[in-house]
């Protein structure tokens, strides 16, 4: 049976994971969260042991007084096992608030980013530091916590696995971290301001910056361009679509057959 993970709200007080049965569309399962479902994706876990797939859900952990408050935080569900939680961390684990949450290639860690949270006073808020946490998925202890910008957001990994580029939106970087010694190595300037996703092209000679205006005005109409080996922005491109979020990598590697990506 395939299924698909929805998260929706109900109601203020009560929140839902929905889980749907894809091939009928009808609904398959609810389990109900502590707080707002925010992001859903699908985990292939590897311990060097245990292959698992798992759904991973995210809760919006902000701490918003009246209306957000930290809830179930990050959590695998195991589809195998009619959904059951398989593990996950919440903001007490981490002393902040997760945000989003990127499983590594390898299928053993998270990279998590860590906003300060949603200080009002932008005079604080420019110049508190968020922060990444690596979060081992089979203990679920942090590996390794790595300083950036006021707000870490996206993280994407060559198709290797040996680099992982964190993308702040706050202030308009690339980070760029060496999986191997767990250290920075590199940053660059965005190519817009606040970025929000950021996609590798096939062969990892490009980075692409979608543009939202995130932690600004919201309203972002570019996407930039980073080379992700010399670590330097290089290009902007008018999109005129109003405050992207994220895309998507074509299923067909272009580049193979000799067309420009």
């Known amino acids: 049976e395939r299924v698909v993970n929805v998260s929706e709200e109900i109601r203020a007080s009560e929140v839902y994971d929905l889980i749907i049965n894809a091939q009928t569309l009808k609904v398959h399962q609810i389990l109900q969260t502590s707080s707002y479902p925010h992001h859903v994706r699908s985990v292939n876990y590897y311990d060097g042991t245990t292959r698992k797939d ?3 859900i995210e809760n919006f952990n902000w701490q918003v007084p ?3 408050q930290p809830g179930s ?3 695998l569900l195991d ?3 009619n959904n059951r939680i398989a593990g ?10 997760p945000y989003l949450a990127f499983p590594h290639p390898g299928g053993r860690y998270l990279y998590v980013g860590l906003p300060p949270g949603p200080i009002s006073d932008p005079d604080i808020r420019h110049k508190l530091e968020g922060s990444v946490v690596v979060m081992d998925m089979k203990t679920w202890k942090t590996v390794k ?3 950036v910008g006021f707000d870490p957001i996206w993280t994407a990994f060559t198709a290797d696995g040996q680099y992982a580029y964190v993308g702040d939106g706050g202030s308009d970087e690339i980070f760029k971290i060496d999986n191997t010694t767990m250290k920075f190595i590199g940053a660059s300037r965005s190519s817009v301001h606040g970025g929000y996703g950021i996609h590798l092209n096939w062969d990892d000679t490009k980075l692409y910056v979608v543009e939202k205006g995130e932690a600004s005005h919201n309203r972002g109409k570019a996407l930039g361009l980073v080379d992700p080996v010399a670590m330097s922005p290089k290009d902007t491109f008018e ?3 109003l405050r992207g979020d994220h895309g998507l990598l074509h299923p067909s590697d272009l580049a193979h057959q000799g067309i420009e990506q």
């Open 88 to 97: 996950g961390f919440r903001s007490e684990d981490v002393q902040a608030n």
């Open 54 to 56: 798992y759904v991973l």
């Open 79 to 81: 589809p195998s096992d």
């Open 239 to 241: 999109t005129h679509c």
């Open 145 to 147: 916590y790595f300083t």
């Open 73 to 75: 935080g990050i959590y």
């Open 66 to 68: 009246g209306s957000i």
